[in-house]
T-cell receptor
Framework: DAKTTQPNSMESNEEEPVHLPCNHS???????IHWYRQLPSQGPEYVIH???SNVNNRMASLAIAEDRKSSTLILHRATLRDAAVYYC?????????????FGKGTKLTVNP | DTEVTQTPKHLVMGMTNKKSLKCEQH?????MYWYKQKAKKPPELMFV???????INESVPSRFSPECPNSSLLNLHLHALQPEDSALYLC???????????????FGNGTRLTVT
């Protein structure tokens, strides 16, 4: 399974933007980039996913590098409710895609 | 609120007990998953069911026995567990196998299991 590298932890202030990086230098051409987050005492929650183009939804934006070897999850205005562990995961579109393998993730702390 | 419901939320069992964890979804998803999560660690895949048939078993010990009685339900039967099996057990579902790349997983909030 392709691997991702994320910082162990990051801090942000409330109402400021947050950029969470993810490196995936061994990504294959058919791998989707998924982001999930896990709030304390809850199961993981889907945030966003993309293949090649940048993506926006109501929760966040996903910026994908042109060579696809890295991506950045952008929270436009962090709130205290965004404090969570954020996981960047590569999901093959063919064969083995069901093995959603979680890395260690980034623990985001949001300061009031 | 999550669309994947897991019961019970908490479970304490002895090493000689038999218990079951239950998971239910009504989104019409045909792939269902069991994950195990130890404290401060990422979730680890255990089993995947596709159209009610076991598709992936990640070499899980036989004291964990999954069952998918229909497309909406997923059970995990537990027998003769060890204290090190104490963890958060997460259920998830997705539209169907082979589409996970473009179809996200929906997780329940898990059952926190303590084996004494």
């Amino acid at each position: 399974d392709a691997k991702t590298t994320q910082p162990n932890s990051m801090e942000s202030n409330e109402e400021e933007p947050v950029h969470l990086p993810c490196n995936h230098s061994t990504i294959s051409g058919t791998d989707y980039i998924h982001w999930y987050r896990q709030l304390p005492s809850q199961g993981p929650e889907y945030v966003i996913h993309g293949l090649t183009s940048n993506v926006n939804n109501r929760m966040a934006s996903l910026a994908i590098a042109e060579d696809r070897k890295s991506s950045t999850l952008i929270l436009h205005r962090a709130t205290l409710r965004d404090a969570a562990v954020y996981y960047c995961i590569l999901v093959p579109s063919q064969g083995g895609s069901e093995k959603l393998v979680f890395g260690k993730g980034t623990k985001l702390t949001v300061n009031p | 609120d999550t669309e994947v419901t897991q019961t019970p939320k908490h479970l304490v069992m002895g090493m000689t007990n038999k218990k079951s964890l239950k998971c239910e979804q009504h989104m019409g998803h045909r792939a269902m998953y069991w994950y195990k999560q130890k404290a401060k660690k990422p979730p680890e895949l255990m089993f995947v069911y596709s159209y009610e048939k076991l598709s992936i078993n990640e070499s899980v010990p036989s004291r964990f026995s999954p069952e998918c009685p229909n497309s909406s339900l997923l059970n995990l039967h537990l027998h003769a567990l060890q204290p090190e099996d104490s963890a958060l057990y997460l259920c998830a579902s997705s539209l169907q196998m082979g589409l996970t790349g473009n179809s996200p997983l929906h997780f329940g909030n898990g059952t926190r299991l303590t084996v004494t």
